[in-house]
């Protein structure tokens, strides 16, 4: 039958074209979803810092918008993936998103009446849309093959690019809509956020039929033992491995990169305010390429030379960047540099090492270590973060990049016992 992504018939075992069809409309629909997610993301953290410090009266506290975010989206991530797990993905991704909607309507309420506690609450809750746009990635592999799992996984990743670019540039324009309809001063950006949230909703629930979770699970149920192109054994210390690693590389990236303005403040002392923030602004906004726009490279390297290969290859580049950061912190061309390779490891070891963890995990596990692969890499994160801060005070930037380092020669020197794991298949489980 012709491969046009039609939804196959309930009672009938849908063929390779027919999963092959809504494989590749899936894709695109998570997509174009990241677009808009990543937007939606982007104008809201763009002013988080900002409204913490006024709202608290303290800059010392501007970094806890960002913080109660990611705490929100570890405290998501799990839930999310058990709702996948049970009903689908489409009520998932659908469900952090809509839950992300009322935090967003906490911040501008928070905002309008100048409560910080109610900013922070606001800010935790959208994390659940982080949660879910972290799920899509995920979702992009549920019907995909060895050949193709880490190239439509990194497709998905990349589509965040857009959002993550435009996002916060809606600051300005979003100013003036929001004076006009009467919101509070720095809210009119998250006019964007309330639609294009709202738009990736919409997606979601119309486009993503059929659910490819639920297809899935059916073409592990219904297909001849042995002609399971989808269906996985289960190989535990692998998939242990992959947890590992992404949350390993998501630490060292959160850590140098959340301390980084601070450090470029430092070393831009005695310049113009405009001219340190158009070196912060450049600085962070080629870290964000770097962690998105070659993310299908790495997928492609991913599916052809290797998973674990692929994470070595983050790790090689995160310890370049680290080592940049360390040996050149008194030059911003060399932080800038640093940035950039920082991203570029980021984005290799979370492709592949996201690829390892769906592939080595049986259909009956695969969403909850997924769910909790997020939990942790935000936990992480979040924690690293908060810890970046007290060490760069205590022995300078290039300290902190030389600390980080540990995290790097953990995922090097576990590498062997992922790589084995992931040869020697165990029996797939009767049940979860």
């Given at each position: 039958?012709?491969?046009?992504?039609?939804?196959?018939?309930?009672?009938?075992?849908?063929?390779?074209?027919?999963?092959?069809?809504?494989?590749?409309?899936?894709?695109?629909?998570?997509?174009?979803?990241?677009?808009?997610?990543?937007?939606?993301?982007?104008?809201?953290?763009?002013?988080?810092?900002?409204?913490?410090?006024?709202?608290?009266?303290?800059?010392?506290?501007?970094?806890?918008?960002?913080?109660?975010?990611?705490?929100?989206?570890?405290?998501?991530?799990?839930?999310?993936?058990?709702?996948?797990?049970?009903?689908?993905?489409?009520?998932?991704?659908?469900?952090?998103?809509?839950?992300?909607?009322?935090?967003?309507?906490?911040?501008?309420?928070?905002?309008?009446?100048?409560?910080?506690?109610?900013?922070?609450?606001?800010?935790?809750?959208?994390?659940?849309?982080?949660?879910?746009?972290?799920?899509?990635?995920?979702?992009?592999?549920?019907l995909a093959t060895d050949?193709?799992?880490?190239?439509?996984?990194?497709?998905?990743?990349?589509?965040?690019?857009?959002?993550?670019?435009?996002?916060?540039?809606?600051?300005?324009?979003?100013?003036?809509?929001?004076?006009?309809?009467?919101?509070?001063?720095?809210?009119?950006?998250?006019?964007?956020?309330?639609?294009?949230?709202?738009?990736?909703?919409?997606?979601?629930?119309?486009?993503?039929?059929?659910?490819?979770?639920?297809?899935?699970?059916?073409?592990?149920?219904?297909?001849?033992?042995?002609?399971?192109?989808?269906?996985?054994?289960?190989?535990?210390?692998?998939?242990?491995?992959?947890?590992?690693?992404?949350?390993?590389?998501?630490?060292?990236?959160?850590?140098?990169?959340?301390?980084?303005?601070?450090?470029?403040?430092?070393?831009t002392h005695g310049a113009?305010?405009?001219?340190?923030?158009?070196?912060?602004?450049?600085?962070?906004?080629?870290?964000?390429?770097?962690?998105?726009?070659?993310?299908?490279?790495?997928?492609?390297?991913?599916?052809?030379?290797?998973?674990?290969?692929?994470?070595?290859?983050?790790?090689?580049?995160?310890?370049?960047?680290?080592?940049?950061?360390?040996?050149?912190?008194?030059?911003?061309?060399?932080?800038?540099?640093?940035?950039?390779?920082?991203?570029?490891?980021?984005?290799?070891?979370?492709?592949?090492?996201?690829?390892?963890?769906?592939?080595?995990?049986?259909?009956?596990?695969?969403?909850?270590?997924?769910?909790?692969?997020?939990?942790?890499?935000?936990?992480?994160?979040?924690?690293?973060?908060?810890?970046?801060?007290?060490?760069?005070?205590?022995?300078?930037?290039?300290?902190?990049?030389?600390?980080?380092?540990?995290?790097?020669?953990?995922?090097?020197?576990?590498?062997?016992?992922?790589?084995?794991?992931?040869?020697?298949?165990?029996?797939?489980?009767?049940?979860?």
């Amino acid at each position: 039958m012709p491969d046009t992504g039609a939804a196959p018939t309930a009672d009938v075992a849908p063929t390779p074209a027919e999963v092959a069809g809504v494989q590749r409309r899936t894709v695109w629909v998570l997509s174009l979803g990241q677009v808009l997610g990543g937007l939606a993301f982007g104008a809201t953290l763009s002013l988080g810092a900002v409204l913490a410090a006024e709202l608290s009266g303290d800059e010392s506290f501007s970094g806890l918008a960002a913080a109660a975010v990611t705490f929100g989206t570890a405290l998501t991530a799990v839930p999310l993936a058990a709702i996948a797990r049970r009903r689908g993905r489409r009520l998932s991704l659908t469900t952090g998103m809509a839950v992300a909607l009322i935090g967003v309507a906490l911040v501008i309420v928070a905002v309008g009446v100048r409560a910080f506690p109610l900013l922070l609450v606001g800010f935790l809750i959208i994390g659940s849309g982080q949660a879910a746009n972290l799920q899509s990635r995920f979702a992009a592999t549920d019907l995909a093959t060895d050949a193709s799992r880490g190239r439509d996984l990194s497709i998905v990743v990349w589509a965040t690019t857009v959002g993550a670019v435009l996002g916060p540039n809606l600051t300005g324009p979003g100013e003036v809509v929001g004076a006009a309809v009467g919101m509070p001063p720095l809210t009119g950006a998250y006019l964007f956020t309330l639609v294009a949230q709202g738009l990736a909703i919409v997606l979601y629930l119309v486009a993503m039929r059929p659910d490819p979770l639920l297809l899935a699970q059916r073409v592990v149920a219904t297909a001849p033992a042995g002609s399971r192109p989808i269906a996985r054994a289960d190989r535990p210390v692998a998939a242990r491995y992959a947890i590992f690693a992404v949350a390993a590389a998501h630490g060292t990236m959160v850590s140098v990169m959340a301390m980084t303005p601070v450090h470029l403040t430092h070393l831009t002392h005695g310049a113009s305010e405009a001219a340190t923030l158009s070196i912060i602004g450049l600085t962070i906004s080629l870290h964000i390429a770097g962690m998105y726009v070659l993310s299908p490279v790495f997928g492609i390297l991913a599916d052809r030379m290797g998973r674990v290969p692929t994470i070595l290859v983050g790790q090689a580049l995160l310890a370049a960047a680290l080592l940049t950061a360390s040996f050149g912190e008194a030059s911003t061309t060399a932080v800038t540099v640093a940035l950039i390779l920082l991203g570029l490891g980021w984005s290799a070891s979370t492709v592949a090492g996201s690829t390892l963890l769906t592939e080595s995990s049986s259909e009956v596990l695969r969403t909850r270590r997924q769910g909790i692969s997020d939990f942790t890499m935000s936990i992480v994160g979040g924690i690293g973060a908060i810890a970046a801060g007290a060490v760069l005070g205590s022995i300078g930037y290039g300290g902190l990049a030389l600390v980080v380092m540990v995290l790097v020669a953990a995922s090097v020197l576990l590498a062997p016992l992922g790589w084995r794991a992931s040869a020697r298949p165990t029996p797939e489980p009767a049940n979860g």
